[in-house]
């Protein structure tokens, strides 16, 4: 058994297996988190100045704005995750709390400029100085199985202080893995759901988690699933995705055909309960009977809603803590535990959709309703169209969500508001010595458009190596404008829900 000492080769087979299941989980908390926005971090290259990330609130884009950033300094904390074998640790995630956030980085590669040669696995943190516990969150495997299994996702907590102040770098030696018990069963599905799909546990502190595919075995008839953890108590969900995405054999790659674009790709999570852990057990579940909410997703004109989703959610995860400073962002936000298991349903429009139909799988209950679409944005006329190409932002609505109790099959149609006409933010993104941040992330997010007050829009842009940004908004009020400088690439990251 070993921490994450993962090839490449061994993760290109692995991931086709279960990957997918995380990134699905992944993908419903993205969509229910709305406005929070991923920042793509840069490709490699020369180190980065360690800058803190800056923001404006209230502002007000109803016509051309000019908002521009000087970054403040703040320090690194850096260093390597070692495993129990001395071994260091390619894909973890450092969590650094202090009183005011948590701060998160993934272990990044790099390279020793004495001997190019050598790779180097590390983590860096950006945060202003003071006092942070450190945490680690980091999949443990079993590289001797075959194929290797991840036996689970841990958050460890190593019981040791950090005083930043300055530049520090401090190595973190991981703890050794707790004993593991194997859960075996079958889950039984009902009403139209598919017995396939996947299972999804995670501890009551949201610090454990790990995922398995349930199936049906050749020669079967019944789904059966086999998962280990260590002891605990868990929520468990029944994940599943239709229709089921067609994914080439290993060994024989023959790429799947193309989906039919005018058929909704749903994503469908259902808590199915509690089990505490204590040994190796069997534990069989049962998912229960869904009802649907369906219609269509049109624009004003009663056109199809190309590329839109449409979510129900029983509840959403908690928004990011907000920062003791009005003027600066927390870029490396983190969290120790995941938000709790909720129900939630999403269907989505491929591109190329003309119908607008779509089928929201749910279980009976009261739910949060909404749909968040792209949005091509055109440069107003005061920008020349050779200066500025197009861009895309994203809205969300209705916003606040809508309220719906879905206990029977219903119907309703979502058609998207007149929207506003498009304004220009722009302006240069800077350190405190006036040099240029280039390839910092610009974001803006209102939910109070001139034209749609019930629509939440956000839109996002890259500054270029000058610094310098253009972003294209929708006329508004009430706009938080976040800039945060670029990131170190992780080489794997580790899956965190």
């Not at 490709?43 to 908002?67: N, Q």
Request: negative net charge.
């Amino acid at each position: 058994m070993l921490f994450t000492k993962i090839t490449l080769n061994w993760q290109s087979k692995y991931r086709s297996k279960r990957w997918h299941l995380w990134c699905l989980a992944c993908l419903i908390f993205s969509c229910a988190s709305l406005a929070w926005a991923q920042i793509p971090p840069p490709t490699p290259g020369l180190p980065l100045p360690p800058l803190l990330g800056a923001r404006v609130t209230g502002e007000t884009a109803t016509s051309d704005t000019v908002f521009d950033f000087a970054l403040e300094s703040g320090s690194v904390l850096s260093g390597k995750v070692i495993d129990v074998n001395g071994v260091a640790v390619m894909s973890a995630t450092v969590l650094a709390q202090s009183e005011t956030g948590i701060f998160r980085s993934s272990i990044t590669v790099d390279f020793d400029p004495n001997n190019p040669t050598l790779p180097q696995f590390k983590y860096r943190l950006v945060v202003p100085d003071g006092t942070y516990n450190i945490f680690v969150t980091m999949s443990v495997i079993d590289v001797a199985a075959t194929p290797p299994q991840l036996l689970s996702t841990l958050t460890f907590d190593l019981q040791e202080t950090v005083v930043v102040a300055g530049a520090t770098e401090r190595d973190f030696m991981v703890p050794g893995s707790p004993p593991f018990s194997t859960l075996t069963g079958q889950v039984s599905s009902l009403g139209t759901l598919p017995s396939e799909g996947g299972l999804w546990f995670q501890s009551e502190d949201g610090r454990v988690s790990n995922i398995t595919r349930v199936e049906i075995a050749e020669g079967a008839t019944q789904a059966t699933y086999r998962i280990t953890l260590p002891a605990g108590t868990y929520q468990v969900s029944f994940l599943v995705t239709l229709p089921e995405s067609l994914r080439p054999d290993v060994d024989n790659p023959v790429p799947p055909p193309p989906p039919d674009p005018e058929v909704p790709q749903q994503s469908v999570l259902i808590p199915l309960g509690t089990v505490t852990v204590s040994a190796d057990q069997v534990f069989d579940l049962n998912v229960p009977a869904i009802v649907t909410l369906a219609g269509k997703l049109l624009d004003g004109s009663g056109i199809a809603l190309a590329g839109a989703s449409i979510f129900a959610t029983s509840g959403l995860p908690q928004t990011p803590p907000p920062s003791p400073s009005p003027t600066r962002a927390f870029c490396q936000a983190g969290s120790l535990s995941a938000a709790p298991i909720v129900a939630f349903s999403s269907a989505s429009l491929l591109e190329g959709n003309t119908l607008g139909d779509y089928e929201l799988l749910v279980v009976p209950g009261d739910y949060q309703v909404g749909v968040t679409t792209p949005v091509e944005l055109l440069p107003p006329a005061t920008v020349p169209p050779s200066t500025l190409d197009p861009q895309q932002g994203s809205l969300t609505f209705p916003f606040p969500l809508a309220m719906m109790s879905i206990t029977e099959d219903q119907i309703a149609d979502f058609v998207l508001p007149s929207l506003p006409a498009v304004v220009l933010i722009s302006g240069r993104v800077t350190d405190q010595q006036n040099q240029p941040v280039g390839k910092a992330r610009v974001n803006a997010v209102s939910s109070m458009l001139t034209a749609a007050p019930n629509v939440l829009f956000s839109n996002s842009v890259e500054a270029n190596e000058l610094g310098d940004y253009q972003l294209l908004v929708l006329s508004g009020v009430d706009y938080t404008v976040t800039v945060c400088p670029p990131e170190p690439m992780s080489l794997i990251e580790t899956p965190t829900l």
